[in-house]
């Protein structure tokens, strides 16, 4: 059984930062990939960036220069820093693992808003 766990989210005024984590834990030979989605009220669910298990990294065009995606392969986990939020990256964003198979695994989601 696999279980993915998300932490970190929460409030922040304009311009602030917030930094979320994901763990993968349980039974799995190998993490190929990891990537963070969100999903904003009235829409649909986006990629935000994403890591491979090489360390190649990939980005949503709305998040380019201000997010920063780093992976650790040793704890199967991985960390978004968000700098110079803005109200449009409010969401809940969820944490994706890519373990090769055709299962999608998916954390519960973290709700981050940002709010004057």
């Known amino acids: 059984q696999v279980q993915i766990v998300e932490s970190g989210g929460g409030s922040v005024q304009p311009g602030g930062s917030l930094r979320l984590s994901c763990a993968a834990s349980?039974?799995?030979?190998?993490?190929?990939?990891m990537g963070w989605y969100r999903q904003g009220p009235g829409n649909q669910r986006e990629l935000v960036a994403s890591?491979?298990?090489?360390?190649?990294?990939h980005y949503g065009d709305s998040v380019k220069g201000r997010f920063t995606i780093s992976g650790d392969t040793t704890k199967n986990a991985m960390s978004l820093e968000m700098n110079s939020l803005k109200p449009e990256d409010t969401a809940v964003y969820f944490c994706?693992?890519?373990?090769?198979?055709?299962?999608?695994?998916w954390g519960q989601g973290t709700q981050v808003t940002v709010s004057s």
């Open positions: 349980g039974e799995f030979f190998k993490i190929y990939a």
């Open positions: 994706n693992v890519d373990f090769g198979t055709a299962t999608e695994y």
């Open positions: 890591i491979t298990d090489d360390s190649r990294s």
